[in-house]
């Protein structure tokens, strides 16, 4: 199992109280923005923290990853650019603010939704931090996780997706029992 799961008069329900309430932290903080010059759009950034999130849920299913956490760093991964409109090293630049994120969440929400351990915040700065570089691979699965559903949801929204992202759409859709061939 690699998500709680209740089971209340027969509907089953995945325990995301945590990762729900920090989208609805992201798209406040996105909606609220004041940055006018962007590298890319806002609406992009909103659209991409949602479907990235359902899709690394998905992957850490299949690879035996926690659901809630990689739905959490596929949902804040790019907090760089929503907060600074800077594509350029948001990685990096990202780490630090996914900290404050949750260090913030954990003092508002966790005794209401859950707290986040620090090895899990560990965890998602790390993440964070190494998605971008995504020709490199590493042998850490939470890390490969995120930087495998960055670059499916990029496709699958119909972004540019360079050679060395097509190999990580094609491992993402294996996992996923799909033939990255089929789409062409
Ligand atoms: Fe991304």
């Not at 915040?121 to 995120?146: C, G, M, P, R, S």
């Not at 360079?162 to 033939?179: G, M, P, Q, T, W």
Request: proline share 1%; hydrophobic share 35%.
């Amino acid at each position: 199992m690699t998500a709680e799961t209740s089971i209340t008069d027969n509907k089953i329900n995945l325990e995301m109280k945590r990762l729900n309430q920090i989208l609805t932290l992201l798209l406040n903080e996105a909606k609220s923005s004041t940055v006018d010059k962007r590298d890319q759009t806002l609406e992009w950034s909103i659209n991409h923290m949602f479907s990235c999130s359902q899709l690394a849920k998905l992957l850490a299913h299949k690879r035996g990853l926690d659901m809630e956490l990689s739905g959490i760093a596929g949902a804040i991964h790019d907090i760089a650019i929503i907060r600074t409109g800077i594509f350029k090293d948001h990685g990096p630049a990202g780490a630090p603010m996914v900290r404050e994120i949750l260090e913030a969440y954990n003092v508002n929400y966790g005794a209401k939704k859950g707290e986040l351990k620090e090895e899990e915040i560990e965890l998602i700065v790390e993440a964070t931090h190494q998605h971008t570089d995504k020709k490199n691979y590493t042998d850490h699965k939470f890390i490969e996780l995120i930087k495998d559903a960055d670059s499916l949801d990029r496709f699958l929204h119909s972004k540019d997706t360079y050679a060395f992202y097509s190999v990580r759409c094609r491992n993402s859709l294996k996992d996923l029992n799909i033939d990255f061939d089929e789409f062409k």
